[in-house]
């Protein structure tokens, strides 16, 4: 039997402590009418869809029996009709022999909303179900190989035999690598690579080349029309902005540079540079949609330079200010998805430091992202564009990143990325007066 764990550690992660979970009495499940391959409880006037589920048992459902219910119906999606809840040891069967055990799962979505839990739900499911799946060999796999996007944190928690092969491609965006086949993708794993004998730049090379086979160019007699993509499952469009001609063939009918947003993972948005008005609505039409689902991808924009190649629209055009708001609202998100799990890596090991979060504030120059340093607080900080110091005998201020990091010598965290800085204690007096000496004004 193939047994996939809640969670193991990365080598730079402390050793989880997973709590023990007593036995629990047999669930006498009943079976929905005229369906008798689910085998998953009935949840009364809750349609199937696992963000209306409650943690919290509004319908008067054992949570432990609700997060299953939701691993259940993210496997159907992911692995086929066939899972099934084993409510004594707190664990999903699925596929012929495969299990996944729920204990640490259900601690370190203690608290969420229903859509962080969707979206800790579908993580969970698709990064450790790759451990199990068997993509064929080598041969096999090659001609099925395709790119796909996901967000910096989304191999958080993989467990060691389900490490994903990826790279950064976009600021806090990733490329990863899937095998296509009928009805689900398996994303492929550096176990996978080691058994095929090739090396990551093989795999990525491969999957770009087949990439470029199924991109469909822009149609020079479609005009100027805005052009909206969404993908049902197997088109891959949210990947097309790796192929380097795709984004650049808008150009002819667009008359001017394109600028592509993906806000989620199945979403791309094509419009043109050169009109302020739909620039500035699909921003704000981007944040909502990023901000509002589990599939978050990106709220940034993205265009191509004069070689062709794709770069962050806020490269070439930083005075835009749609660009300043995505780029921190992209980081502030990012991070939030690191803190609720480093938090509960710290919880389970006893690590006492706080996890510093990010905030979101209007300045004078433009929206930029905040952190504060508490005075008597040991917190790991993100990396942000000010900290702000919040002593007990003096009106908070703000300082740089840049130079905080260079008064205080502030180190960054092994492992961690996003990337977060270890402030075990509050500056010395002379070192506090240097900062202040730097400080600048937001209000």
């Known amino acids: 039997m193939r047994v996939v764990g809640p969670n193991p550690d ?33 949840i009364p006037q809750a349609p199937l869809l696992p963000a209306t589920i409650s943690r919290m ?7 432990r029996t609700s997060l299953a219910y939701l691993v259940l119906e993210r496997l159907r999606i992911e692995s086929g009709p066939d899972p099934v809840y084993d409510s004594a040891n707190f664990s999903v069967r699925y596929g012929d022999d495969d ?16 859509t962080e839990l969707a979206a800790h739900v579908e993580h969970f499911v698709a990064t ?36 994903l092969v990826s790279r950064r ?15 689900r993708r398996t994303v492929v794993s550096w176990e996978t690579i080691a058994a095929w004998g090739v090396d990551p730049a093989t795999v990525f090379s491969a999957a770009r080349s087949n990439l470029a ?51 989620d993972v199945d979403t791309v948005f094509v419009v043109p540079s050169d009109d302020p008005g739909v620039l500035a609505h699909h ?3 981007v944040e909502r949609q990023y901000t509002h689902t589990a599939r978050g991808l990106s709220p940034q924009a993205y265009t191509v330079d004069d070689d062709g190649t794709v770069v962050t629209f806020d490269t070439l055009h930083p005075e835009n200010p749609g660009t300043e708001r995505a780029r921190c609202v992209h980081i502030a998100r990012e991070y939030d998805a690191q803190s609720g799990w480093l938090r509960n890596q710290y919880d389970l090991d006893g690590v006492r430091s706080t996890v510093g979060t990010v905030s979101v504030k209007t300045t004078p120059f433009g929206p930029r992202t905040v952190t504060i340093w508490d005075q008597g607080i040991d917190s790991v900080l993100p990396r942000t564009d000010l900290v702000a110091f919040c002593g007990h005998a003096s009106e908070p201020f703000y300082v740089q990143f840049e130079d905080v990091a260079r008064i205080t010598g502030i180190a960054p965290v092994f492992g961690l990325d996003p990337a977060r800085f270890h402030a075990s204690s509050w500056p010395t007096p002379d070192i506090v007066e240097d900062l202040a ?5 937001i209000d």
């Open 10 to 42: 990365h080598a730079h992660v402390p050793l989880l402590h997973i709590p023990v979970i007593p036995q629990a009495p047999l669930l006498h499940i009943p079976v929905i009418p005229q369906a008798p391959l689910l085998h998953f409880p009935v």
């Open 57 to 63: 048992g509004a319908n008067e459902v054992d949570p």
């Open 99 to 114: 299990v996944l055990f729920l204990d640490n799962l259900f601690e370190e979505t203690a608290g969420c909303d229903e």
């Open 128 to 163: 450790t179900i790759a451990a199990n799946d068997d993509p064929g060999s080598w041969d096999a796999a090659l001609p099925r190989l395709r790119p796909i996007l996901k967000p910096s944190t989304y191999t958080i928690g993989a467990p060691p035999s389900g490490l």
């Open 169 to 183: 491609i976009f600021p806090l965006v990733d490329e990863l690598v899937a095998v296509d086949s009928p009805g």
């Open 213 to 263: 086979t199924i991109t469909v160019h822009a149609d020079p007699s479609k005009g100027r029309a805005v052009q909206r993509l969404v993908d049902s499952g197997s088109s891959y469009f949210t990947s097309w902005l790796l192929d380097p001609g795709w984004l650049a063939s808008h150009r002819g009918r667009f008359g001017c540079a394109p600028v592509a947003f993906v806000p």
């Open 283 to 285: 921003f704000e039409l």
């Open 437 to 441: 000496a730097h400080s600048i004004r």
